[in-house]
Nanobody, 126 residues
Framework: QVQLVESGGGLVQAGGSLRLSCAAS????????IGWFRQAPGKDREFVAT????????YYADSVKGRFAISRDKPKNTVYLQMNSLKPEDTAVYYC???????????????????WGQGTQVTVSS
């Protein structure tokens, strides 16, 4: 069992930055992935970024590549999403998600993740 607690959302102007945090508890495996998805009103939940907890390999959606960075702090059992150069279209509820065993071909699919946080709102004003 894994529990996830997110923090760090808020309101920011376009071009600004925010850092989201996701604190994880529970046992992990070498195939443990923890990442971020987002969902805007009226839209499907979409992949943002994910990281392999053991190796540290990072994967990004094309829409955020070069602007967002995902990282992990193993001693703190925490994953961060540093979001720079934010745009109004980044406005959404951001969810932390994790799973103990994901194959690479599925890491961008929300249905591949068993554990979810409660979500945190990110609003980017123009």
């Amino acid at each position: 069992q894994v529990q996830l607690v997110e923090s760090g959302g808020g309101l920011v102007q376009a071009g600004g930055s925010l850092r989201l945090s996701c604190a994880a508890s529970g046992r992990t495996s070498s195939r443990f992935f923890i990442g971020w998805f987002r969902q805007a009103p009226g839209k499907d939940r979409e992949f943002v970024a994910t990281i392999n907890w053991s190796a540290g390999n990072q994967y990004y959606a094309d829409s955020v590549k070069g602007r967002f960075a995902i990282s992990r702090d193993k001693p703190k059992n925490t994953v961060y999403l540093q979001m720079n150069s934010l745009k109004p279209e980044d406005t959404a509820v951001y969810y932390c998600a994790a799973d103990q065993s994901i194959i690479l071909s599925s890491i961008r699919r929300p249905e591949a993740y068993d554990y979810w946080g409660q979500g945190t709102q990110v609003t980017v004003s123009s």
